[in-house]
């Protein structure tokens, strides 16, 4: 104490001052900065966690640790131009990658593959080298794509309040008589495919005159039931279609808004982009493109899931569904040409290969969900010409 009052006035002062500040040659700044914004993503998606280092200088050498809520939680390493995995906590082994491009611009982003409802939360980007330190914290938000999933697994035997597994496939056809014009249905009400030319049939009460929409013959008003819906088009990429459920009354002329509040509970692939139809509607994650869909209708809980035939996975679960004590039927929208639907008859036992245990984690997806250059490419190419546009048809 004695000390410190001989010390001059002025040198007291400064010590109130940060020591970085004051001895600036002593603290070589280091400074993160993330992106001053929670990052959000789906269950199943990529996704890239923004931090750098501000000013920019070059990262090469120096410490980096991605952690979660504590040092010991690492997420990743690097270090001295090599990434390091021993520490790595097992929830995210195999899953990520620094932008290694990036570092020599003071680039720190974090790519995290293969979204986990359990990969929200926080995360700590740090950074050090032999006398300085810094960190920035980046929130990452992960939506689960139907609100059922991660509390059930609907695909997995076990569910224990699954859709899919427990309930037998029933045989579902197809009614003609509601058919678009320009939809032929088999023989055997089976399968349905969209042409160019409109068939002559007659514009009865129950058949979809604008919309190019088809019903099952089968309708439900209790238990639960399940069908297998299988895609085919010859560029199954660029198709447009939606499969699901509508009540029994649904409108069939003119204008259809395909939405629960009309009576229609489906999901919807379109534009390399596949969507709950909820109002608005919800962006799925996209891992592969499904083409076998399991169509799950429980009419006693009201709810509507569709499951990937593939692999299990939850596609998308309607709850609270509005059925209002009428009976509910398949619907089917073919909005490309030349596509063709399948009614399979089998056993929803079927998926599951892929699922080793858990549940929320579908397989990695094979390219981002989100693909501008794919997107606009697209744009360019295909929807010009208009397609399958269903304002290029005349509705009555
Ligand atoms: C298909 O539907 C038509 C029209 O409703 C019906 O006459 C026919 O018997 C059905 N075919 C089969 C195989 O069920």
Not at 178 to 207: F, G, I, W, Y
Request: glycine letters at 6%; charged letters at 20%.
């Amino acid at each position: 104490m004695q000390r410190g009052l001989s010390l001059p006035a002025h040198l007291l002062h400064l010590h109130i001052l940060p020591l970085p500040l004051l001895f600036p040659w002593w603290f070589p700044m280091l400074t993160v900065a993330g992106p001053g914004h929670p990052v959000t993503a789906t269950v199943g998606q990529d996704v890239l966690l923004p931090c750098h280092l501000s000013p920019q200088r070059d990262a090469r050498t120096l410490d980096v640790r991605w952690i979660r809520e504590k040092f010991s939680e690492i997420v990743h390493h690097y270090r001295n131009g090599e990434d390091l995995y021993r520490e790595q906590m097992g929830a995210y082994s195999g899953r990520t990658e620094l932008a290694r491009d990036g570092l020599s611009a003071g680039s720190l982003d974090l790519r995290i593959t293969g979204l986990r409802p359990s990969d929200d939360g926080l995360y700590v980007c740090t950074v050090r080298d032999a006398d300085a330190y810094d960190e920035a914290i980046v929130k990452l938000e992960v939506a689960a794509p139907g609100p059922e999933l991660g509390k059930a697994c609907p695909g997995l035997s076990s569910a224990p309040d699954g859709l899919a597994p427990s309930v037998p496939a029933v045989k579902v056809t197809l009614d003609p008589d509601t058919a678009h014009p320009l939809l032929v249905v088999s023989p055997d009400n089976k399968s349905v495919r969209r042409q160019t030319e409109r068939q002559q049939v007659p514009d009865t009460r129950e058949r979809f005159d604008c919309w190019c929409c088809v019903l099952g013959r089968e309708d439900f008003r209790e238990g639960r039931h399940c069908w297998l819906v299988e895609v085919e088009a010859e560029q199954i990429k660029d198709s447009w279609w939606a499969v699901g459920v509508a009540r029994a009354s649904v409108e069939r002329k003119g204008w259809i808004d395909a939405s629960p509040k009309e009576g229609i509970w489906a999901v919807r692939y379109y534009e390399r982009q596949l969507m709950s139809l909820t109002w608005p509607n919800t962006r799925l994650p996209l891992s592969p493109i499904p083409t076998r869909i399991w169509v799950c209708l429980d009419c006693t809980q009201q709810q509507v899931s569709f499951i990937n035939a593939d692999n299990g996975v939850e596609i998308f679960t309607f709850t609270a569904a509005s059925f209002n004590g009428e009976s509910i039927r398949p619907w089917f929208w073919l909005v490309s040409n030349s596509l063709q639907l399948f009614l399979r008859d089998s056993t929803p036992q079927t998926p599951s290969p892929a699922l080793g245990g858990s549940c929320s984690s579908p397989d990695t997806p094979a390219s981002p969900l989100l693909d501008p250059a794919g997107a606009e490419g697209w744009d360019a190419a295909s929807r010009g010409q208009a397609p399958y546009s269903p304002w290029a048809l005349p509705c009555p």
